[in-house]
Antibody, heavy 118, light 113 residues
Framework: QVQLVQSGAEVKKPGASVKVSCKAS????????FNWVRQATGQGLEWMGW????????GYAQKFQGRVTMTRNTSISTAYMELSSLRSEDTAVYYC???????????WGQGSLVTVSS | DIVMTQSPDSLVVSLGERATINCKSS????????????LAWYQQKSGQPPKLLIY???TRESGVPDRFSGSGSGTDFTLTISSLQAEDVAVYYC?????????FGQGTRLEIK
């Protein structure tokens, strides 16, 4: 069965960077795009961008352009999302989500809490 | 960007009654090449990631109870829970995956009366 297991919670200072991992299993890693979505406490879902794990092609939401980098390591079936120049407003749960066959997000990781605090 | 607007923001329904959530997109999300609406519905329970319920506006994901149904086309969509169960308490989101950036509705909180 498809599983996405994310890295653990992180606490970072303003201005620092964070790198969240998403390890996939149960399917062919390069077969489906990854997306990253974040959710601040009590708030809605915010799309950050996508990555094609086969080619490494990416597309980012304009809001995060210049601060976010999505990469992958195909040898260990893991996708990564790195966010730099962190500020308090970046405190949120970050989810990886794998697309289904039709573009929807059929599979989600459990979420990684990133707290930005001085 | 396509703006997704859900209504209502919150909903209180009795057990066994029908719950209806609406979602409106700021422009059409109907792919004319295959006549499919690129709209999904998700359920998010407290402390959990979202769970896909419906894709293509009306196709139920495998394993989703048939009390959940989706309808609509173009810019106006509806998620209906035909007979509310206690385990349906959650926040529900619509999402368009027609064009980038992918956007979600603001969410509808569903509670039991």
């Amino acid at each position: 069965q498809v599983q996405l297991v994310q890295s653990g919670a992180e606490v970072k200072k303003p201005g620092a960077s964070v790198k969240v991992s998403c390890k996939a299993s149960g399917y062919t890693f390069i077969g489906y795009d990854f997306n990253w979505v974040r959710q601040a406490t009590g708030q809605g879902l915010e799309w950050m961008g996508w990555m094609n794990p086969k080619t490494g092609d990416t597309g980012y939401a304009q809001k995060f352009q210049g601060r976010v980098t999505m990469t992958r390591n195909t040898s260990i079936s893991t996708a990564y999302m790195e966010l730099s120049s962190l500020r308090s407003e970046d405190t949120a749960v970050y989810y990886c989500a794998r697309e289904g066959a039709y573009g929807d997000y059929a599979y989600w990781g459990q979420g990684s809490l990133v707290t930005v605090s001085s | 960007d396509i703006v997704m607007t859900q209504s209502p923001d919150s909903l209180v329904v009795s057990l066994g009654e029908r719950a209806t959530i609406n979602c409106k997109s700021s422009q059409t999300i109907l792919y004319t090449s295959n006549n499919k609406n690129n709209l999904a519905w998700y359920q998010q329970k407290s402390g959990q990631p979202p769970k896909l319920l419906i894709y293509w506006a009306s196709t139920r994901e495998s394993g989703v109870p048939d009390r959940f149904s989706g309808s609509g086309s173009g810019t106006d969509f509806t998620l209906t829970i035909s007979s509310l169960q206690a385990e349906d308490v959650a926040v529900y989101y619509c999402q368009q995956y027609y064009s980038s950036p992918i956007t979600f509705g603001q969410g509808t909180r569903l509670e039991i009366k």
